[in-house]
């Protein structure tokens, strides 16, 4: 017994070793041209861009949904938009930019509905992507809650490191690039392109998470400490899956109002028709981002923010 | 809780620990962890059939110590009888009750009644076949007087619940099983390694081949009438390569599950694929469930004695109810009876018990008379395999309908080169370890630990970088 359970503990530790040393291998040539590594530019912009600055905090709904030319000319206010994927969690989003706040910016945060349900404000494999192939000093951010979701992802970004299509015959994505970006973080490599067939979402299932409310919170207290405000707003989802989560909905909007947050229009508002929708329910066309900004900075106006 | 599951990753060692490290190897202690792990493996499924399989093993616990402590054959009739009726009356009601309903209202609307019976939703609890004749072996054991009754509950529930055969077999036998539950069981190094193996194996099997084919061979028969002929016959195939590495993987990891735990079940496949005709097929396909029929049904029916006519008889009796025990759809029913077909002339020339042994047993590669016999062997099986996997008469029917046309000689619409790759990988695997008891047994007696562990390693390298999106195995629902 003792000299199996031994074998197998060395045998363990042999793949744990193999497995850490793939983890820590070179970025892959296809990863490095991943959307993941705009982060690089959107913290250049929250380092650079000077004030009056406007932050915006989100998933791809943001990054593809939001015209920040538009608010710039609209708001004379200097829009940085960070969003990236909503797979890095709002966690993450929230401890990566809080360091990054100035006096008297304006924050805005737009989380997709699903972030309020089951594990997703924690992170997914983005995340995971994120810390070993664009940040590795980033994993001290990382809270238990964090790692733990993250473990699923070990073994396949261990072994993407292996994978031939990794090194050669990949091409890049016209759209999930890092060059998809403009000047202020929008996406807008998609803008010029024809809409794309695709599936709503089916109604949200998950249990309700009650830690995004009180992360945000957190967040707000010490963006306000820092002399800058917090609002939140609500995606620009597209109108077949809201109406799917009309329930959830509800109830992210009704939180949202018992906590207290100043909150930028209403759900209804943001839900976006069909033919305004890019390629997933969260993605905009153009058409869609800019009557989603539109909306934003009507909504921004009425509070008075410009 | 899959046996490819993280659950079933952090359950097993668990389970192996405290089975291992029970004070002074305690028998009683041991046995009892054994149960609880196998209860609490079986409600994860789903926790409510657990009362359905308590009532099981009590039944036939029961009426087996009826059945040894009768004095006149005519309560060992009884009580036999009972167990018997009350075990196909819940496998009849949870599996066949809809199938029987709309098959009785589908005759009546051929002879011009109408008639409107309503099915039932009703969820086929897992495993209940496998156990259902778990049980049933059992008490007719008891009653011809083939084995003694045990008397120690929690030794004859974990026989039944014995979790790396609860819910898809080997369908196990008292006489092999009880006697291994019923004695002190000492930790074997050499089995335990053997065991971890053939898990690994199994994985291999199951993650690579099995659910890589499936992607294929799913998107084929869901949309058959799109695809040409000879892209269904690529389907077929994969298929084939599917169940068998979907199973025969199941069936490695449960039996070397039970290895960890010093335990030896019953060998379920023997390279049926390597087969070089329809009777040899079937004494290497499912070998559990063959056995039980040959022992439970042909030879009561009176087997190969009484002429012609009733070796015919019995044959075709026992591969239509093999197929009826798959699943209630005559589907399954054809592909027995279609099964049935192909070994008649075999019966009949009295050519069944030609090839007993592996092929090429004392060669590395086949004579060519061999290598077409396998060929031939193996695509009546995958014409078989056609109707098992149909969704009905009518889909088989018209997707072997559009194998036959002139697209046959057209390049198939699918043609991915890795799954190619693999498949050939692992036939020639198999090919090697085809006298053992599974494909990679004889890494444990030819090689050193480094060339191994590299082995091992490059196959659990292989499982991540080609692991298939994740299916239920098929014969869970069986």
Known sequence: ?306 | MLFNSLAFAVFLPIVFMLYWLAPRGNLKLQNVILLLSSYFFYACWDWRFLFLLVFSTLLDYYTGLRIYTSQDKKSKKYWLWLSICINLGFLGIFKYYNFFIDSFADGLSLLGFSANFSSLQVIVPVGISFYTFHGLSYVIDLYNDRIKPERNFIIYSVFVSFFPLLVAGPIERASHLLPQIQNKREFDYTKAVDGLRQILWGLFKKIVIADNCAKFADTIFNNSSEYSGSTLVLGAIFFAFQIYCDFSGYSDIALGTARLFGIELLRNFAFPYFSRDIAEFWRRWHISLSSWFRDYLYIPLGGSKGGTWMKVRNTLIIFIVSGFWHGANWTFIVWGFLNALYIMPLILFETNRTNLDIVAKDASLPTMKELLSILLTFSLTVFAWIFFRSESLTHAMTYISGIFSKSLFTVPAFRPLYLFVLIVLFVITEWIGRKDQYAIQFLGHRYNRPIRWIVYTGILLVIGLFKGESHQFIYFQF
């Open chain 1, 1 to 306: 017994m003792r000299k199996f359970l031994l074998e197998l503990m060395l045998f363990s530790l042999f793949l744990l070793l193999l497995i850490s040393i793939s983890i820590l291998l070179p970025t892959t040539p296809r990863a490095a041209n991943s959307l993941l590594f705009a982060k690089n530019q959107k913290d250049s912009l929250l380092q650079h861009v000077k004030g009056p600055r406007i932050i915006f905090i989100g998933g791809s709904n943001l990054s593809f949904g939001l015209n920040s030319q538009l608010i710039k000319d609209s708001l004379d206010l200097n829009p940085i938009n960070t969003a990236i994927h909503v797979g890095l969690g709002f966690q993450y989003m929230i401890d990566d930019i809080l360091p990054y706040i100035q006096e008297r910016d304006i924050v805005i945060v737009a989380p997709e509905y699903q972030c309020f349900y089951g594990e997703l404000m924690y992170g997914q494999e983005e995340l995971f992507r994120t810390i070993f192939d664009v940040e590795l000093k980033d994993i001290r951010k990382l809270k238990t809650k964090q790692i733990v979701n993250l473990l699923p992802y070990v073994l396949p970004y261990a072994f993407s490191k292996f994978k031939p299509s990794e090194y050669y015959g990949f091409k890049q994505s016209d759209v999930y690039s890092v060059n998809s970006f403009n000047q202020y973080g929008d996406v807008y490599a998609h803008w010029g392109l024809p809409r794309t067939n695709f599936s709503s979402f089916s109604t949200i299932t998950e249990p309700f998470n009650h830690e995004l409310i009180p992360l945000l919170k957190g967040f707000k207290e010490a963006v306000e400490a820092k002399k800058a405000v917090v609002y939140v707003t609500f995606p620009g989802y597209q109108a077949a899956s809201f109406d799917r989560s009309i329930a959830q909905i509800d109830k992210v909007e009704s939180k949202l109002k018992k906590e207290g947050f100043s909150l930028l229009g209403t759900p209804k508002r943001y839900k976006i028709p069909d033919t305004m929708m890019f390629n997933t329910p969260y993605h905009l066309s153009k058409e869609g981002v800019d009557y989603r900004t539109q909306l934003l900075i009507e909504d921004i106006r009425t509070r008075g923010l410009n």
